[in-house]
């Protein structure tokens, strides 16, 4: 057990960047270890790849702790680093297909409400997730498990604002066109 684990974050990250104590980051690893995964296996869906991605999320964390400032909390730094490397990783993958391509929406006539994709029942909209992509699964878990902002996804992508309204609502439709195949009349 660590002897490290009654301190708060705050205290970890002065042993770790002031007096060499690396073992103090061990703290901090278990505190932070199960959300960071939960969020990467959520996103890519294959338990092998979100540990390799945890991993180098939390090296990526150790390596720059040093420019944590402490302005907000650093529950709030250790998840804007798990977003920008869920989507370096995205992005890096999106080099093979282009994202505009990949389905056809023509069968949907328009976008289905916020209610529609909120109403689905938690164990089939799990499922709905495990079928999309890893763009639009984040897409969906920043809108709707964060609760961010159109200009949130905005800056978290770098985007423009037309860009993230299109992806947002194509990852709905996405979301809402399997779930009309697989799930509605099973609900209903």
């Known amino acids: 057990m660590n ?12 042993f770790i960047t002031e007096k060499g104590e690396i073992d103090a980051f061990g703290a901090l690893y278990d505190r932070y270890i199960q959300v960071v995964f939960n969020k990467v296996l959520i996103t890519f869906g294959n338990f092998q790849d979100a540990e390799d991605i945890t991993h180098d999320i ?3 964390i150790f390596l720059r702790l040093k420019t944590f400032k402490g302005n907000a909390a650093f529950s709030s730094w250790v998840y804007s680093i798990t977003n920008h490397h869920i989507i370096d990783v995205i992005r890096a993958s999106k080099n093979k297909k282009r994202y505009d391509n990949e389905t056809d929406m023509s069968s949907i006539p328009e976008e289905p409400d916020d209610e529609q994709i909120l109403m689905i029942d938690s164990s089939n909209l799990m499922r709905i997730m495990e079928q999309l992509d890893e763009e639009d699964r984040m897409i969906l878990m920043l809108k709707y498990h964060d609760e961010m902002s159109l200009k949130a996804i905005m800056e978290v992508f770098k985007i423009k604002e037309s860009t ?8 709905k439709m996405k979301a809402y066109k399997i779930y009309e195949k697989q799930f509605k009349n099973i609900e209903a």
Request: without cysteine.
């Open 58 to 60: 939390f090296l990526k």
């Open 3 to 14: 002897h490290f684990t009654n301190f708060s974050d705050k205290e970890l990250i002065a």
């Open 164 to 171: 993230a309204k299109m992806r947002v609502s194509r990852a």
